[in-house]
């Protein structure tokens, strides 16, 4: 018997222990492969991919490709909706309004309300306020099931003649179309982001490009910055969405490009690429349409940052750490 994660839309059910939130499994009984009595294909359940740990990727060691254990630290499983899990009528632990646990509490507070309770305390919580205590892993693997379901869900007809569709019986994830066999794959956005540097002209200090987007909000006691973003257009290179995003939206020229790392990021499919630049000429004009304000702050005097596990702020760490900073 396999097992799941439980979705809707883009929260995860999970229950809180002493360490924080941790997403629960729930069994699964089996797809039958017998097309005259069940369909493989089932709305709302979807197969994982095996997420590796960066450990896997990132390793020094010499051993030789033949000899290599495919290591990771997440589980290879399944993901539903809570709505497949209702209809299937599949056990579930009961499901506590998140507002029984104050989130401001202090650690003695949660866990006295932890053992107070008969059953630990479960809820749908966001997708966004699990990724700092993730593991790489498995908030890519949560991200894979995210991208999957609503990529299912919003590909039940054929998008050149609208006929149905159906789950490709070869194994590959694709719908194909039942009349004109129409081959429909889960689709990738790329997105670059860039964390642009320079010496403060002042002090010489590092400083840091930070931008408040109008999507941060505008009511927060103190305003959220971050990095420059854009998707990159048909017909260019990653580099070049670089400098033309940057020159849209804050108008100056940079050099010195070079990719850092990425990110999968569920909002709503896209593969977030991390660079970095070095400014070298204009004065800041902000694109008015996304932006409300942008600057370079000193690494040693930042504003409120994306928070932890975002790609932008691993980029910005990255930075602080460079010059001795700690975030």
């Known amino acids: 018997m396999s097992s799941a994660f439980v979705f809707e839309d883009e929260t995860l059910l999970c229950q809180q222990t002493v360490s924080g939130w ?51 630290d997440a589980p290879a499983t399944s993901a539903i909706t809570y709505y497949y899990a209702q209809n299937h009528q599949l056990a579930l632990p009961k499901i506590t309004p998140l507002s029984s646990v104050d989130a401001g509490a202090d650690d003695a507070n949660k866990n006295a309300v932890l053992e107070a309770n008969d059953s630990a305390t479960t809820a749908f919580i966001p997708y966004r306020q699990l990724l700092a ?19 299912q869900a919003d590909t039940q007809f054929c998008s050149r003649c609208s006929a149905p569709v ?45 931008a408040h987007h109008h999507r941060y909000g505008q009511k927060t006691p103190s305003l959220q910055y971050g990095l420059i973003a854009g998707f990159v257009e048909v017909g260019e290179s990653l580099e070049h969405a670089v400098v033309r995003e940057v020159a ?5 020229r940079v050099t010195d490009i070079r990719y850092v790392s990425s990110q999968p990021w569920p909002f709503p499919s896209n593969l977030m690429l991390g660079f970095r630049a070095s400014y070298v000429s204009g004065d800041i004009v902000i694109q008015e349409d996304e932006l409300s304000h942008a600057e370079f702050f000193d690494i040693s005097n930042l504003p409120k940052i994306p928070f932890k596990g975002s790609i932008a702020y691993d980029l910005i760490a990255q930075i602080a750490q460079e010059q001795g900073v700690c975030l």
């Open 248 to 252: 849209e939206e804050v108008g100056i």
């Open 166 to 210: 159906k789950l490709a019986t070869s194994g590959e994830r694709a719908m194909v179309c039942s009349v004109c066999r129409l081959r429909q794959y889960p689709r990738v956005q790329p997105c670059v982001i860039t964390a642009i540097t320079r010496l403060n002209p002042v002090t010489n200090e590092m400083q840091v490009l930070l």
């Open 133 to 151: 205590t993730l593991s790489v892993a498995l908030a890519d693997q949560l991200s894979q099931a995210i991208q999957l379901l609503r990529w």
């Open 22 to 72: 941790s997403p629960v499994l729930v069994d699964l009984p089996a797809v039958s492969t017998d097309h005259k009595s069940q369909p493989p294909y089932q709305l709302g359940r979807v197969q994982l991919q095996i997420s590796l740990a960066p450990s896997y990727w990132q390793s020094a060691d010499s051993t030789t490709a033949d000899s290599i254990v495919m290591q990771h």
